[in-house]
Nanobody, 124 residues
Framework: QVRLVESGGGLVQAGGSLRLSCTVSGTSFTSYAIGWFRRAPGKEREFVACISWSGGSTDYADSVKGRFTISREDSGNPVFLQLNRLKSDDTAVYYC?????????????????WGQGTQVTVSS
């Protein structure tokens, strides 16, 4: 059974940084892409960033470009999301998701497996 576990969330002041991790286990995938999404209070879940299996391709939501960086270990696992210059608007539960494919996917329905999420709270 595929399992995704996020960690690294917490409370941080505006302008600060956090690094989120997503660890995948129980998979027999030969390759998988990872995406990060977030749900802010009272809002729909939205795309944040994604990375291909090789790590050579990434994509970001416009709202986080230049501030967030997605990366993965050479082995493919875990996947990290570095959050810099955080704003109060970044407050949300952050989820990682996996799909048994090698390229980039930015839509929720393209992912098959999801973690439980980790809370990021940015105080102003």
């Amino acid at each position: 059974q595929v399992r995704l576990v996020e960690s690294g969330g917490g409370l941080v002041q505006a302008g600060g940084s956090l690094r989120l991790s997503c660890t995948v286990s129980g998979t027999s995938f030969t390759s998988y892409a990872i995406g990060w999404f977030r749900r802010a209070p009272g809002k729909e879940r939205e795309f944040v960033a994604c990375i291909s299996w090789s790590g050579g391709s990434t994509d970001y939501a416009d709202s986080v470009k230049g501030r967030f960086t997605i990366s993965r270990e050479d082995s493919g696992n875990p996947v990290f999301l570095q959050l810099n210059r955080l704003k109060s608007d970044d407050t949300a539960v952050y989820y990682c998701a996996a799909v048994d494919a090698s390229y980039l996917y930015t839509r929720e329905y393209e992912y098959d497996y999801w973690g439980q999420g980790t809370q990021v709270t940015v105080s102003s």
